[in-house]
């Protein structure tokens, strides 16, 4: 079974390790004061903990230390390859975290970086003047996409502090992905147009194998209902889809599950993807010999491992025709490498 989170992120850290130019940050200060029982290490520079070669993530996984740090330029990146811009001019995603509390077998955070903490950069404002110049035309901001910054909400207050500012910026859009059934931290916030929260959703089979530490598919369906009622725009992600003989047996009553519980008609999107890394991640992941779905025989094209064209056409093929018996196709996004 999958051991989700059973406690807040304020009580999973024994260590926390602080740079000592944000020591006195009001930021770093709030946090500390949620940690009294905490380790507190003070450090020059995030990179010389977090960087260190010859890490074992997989060990560091099972006991997370916290990070508190300075982010320095760059604050925004060119939306990824691997992710959908969703037709705007102007296509951002930004790290105000790195790592993440959850640990899932096809992320490819265990191949980009060398540890398994996680580092939260406590000035924020710093974004948000580094995103400005870029205002003058509608813009997409990903705010979660090398983390899961819903769920270390309750530490951070990123979410929501993003949120407020992008009600003073009309051509700011926000995207935050998340497979957090962490909702409460937004319930004070007005929904906004410009703002979308994206669920990721697997069966809950695929979730106990491969999703360690996240919250169970009935607590992420309750988190959405509840965002769902309070009127914000949600879109659902099916994507990672993950392949295997059981595929239509674990995904198609999956499906009935997600719609037997949400209204459709109040989803603003859906999106439908399968599994996709860059090769290079995929070997470091596979050197962990951590999971069988690093050793699936995936095609590689332009440095991009994915399943075989007809796997994928397939998996579209079947998840489509299902989620249309619920959905409408035109708000179905669909993602093929």
């Given at each position: ?6 406690h ?33 290490i ?13 890490q ?8 997370k230390?916290?990070i ?6 760059p ?20 790290p ?25 950069f ?7 003047e ?16 090398d983390?899961?910054t ?12 993003w949120?407020?500012?992008a ?5 700011l ?10 909702f409460?931290p ?7 147009a ?19 530490k ?37 995904y198609l009553?999956?499906v ?10 109040k989803?603003?999107?859906l ?20 999971s069988?779905?690093a ?16 796997v ?6 079947t ?12 708000k ?6």
């Open positions: 079974m999958n051991a989700a989170l059973l807040s992120p304020c009580e999973l850290f024994s260590h926390l390790y602080v740079e000592r130019a944000v020591i006195d940050h009001p930021q770093t200060k709030r946090i500390m004061a949620r940690f009294p029982r905490s380790h507190i003070e450090i020059d520079h995030y990179k010389d903990v977090f960087n260190r070669p010859n074992d993530f997989r060990i560091q996984s099972r006991s230390n916290l508190l740090a300075r982010r320095e330029a604050y925004l990146y060119e939306g990824s390859y691997y992710s959908d811009g969703f037709e705007f001019e102007n296509f951002f995603y930004t105000t975290l790195l790592g993440c509390l959850y640990d899932c077998d096809y992320c490819y955070l265990q191949g980009m970086y060398n540890s398994a903490n996680n580092v939260l406590v000035n924020i404002e710093a974004y948000f580094a995103v400005k110049p870029h205002l003058d035309k509608p813009t997409l901001v990903a705010i979660s996409y983390t899961d819903l769920a270390t909400e309750s530490l951070s207050g990123h979410s929501a502090a949120i407020v500012f009600g003073r910026e009309p051509n859009n926000l995207e935050i992905r998340t497979k957090s059934a962490n409460k937004l319930r004070s916030l007005e929904p906004s410009q703002i979308v929260l994206a669920w990721t959703l697997s069966p809950q089979v695929i979730i106990d194998r491969y999703e360690h996240t919250p169970s598919l009935r607590q992420r369906l309750k988190a959405i209902a509840e965002a769902l009622q309070a009127g914000w725009q949600v879109r659902l992600c099916i994507d990672p889809v993950i392949y295997n003989d059981d595929f239509e047996a674990l009553p999956f009935d599950e997600i719609f037997a519980t949400l209204d459709a008609e989803i603003h999107q999106t439908l993807g399968s599994f996709r890394m860059s090769s290079t991640y995929l070997k470091r992941i596979k050197k962990m010999h951590s069988d779905i050793f699936y025989p995936y095609e590689v094209n332009d440095g991009v491992a994915s399943y075989s064209k007809a994928e056409q397939k998996i579209l093929a998840m489509v025709a299902k989620v249309t018996a619920y959905f409408p196709k035109e179905i996004r669909t993602w093929e490498i």
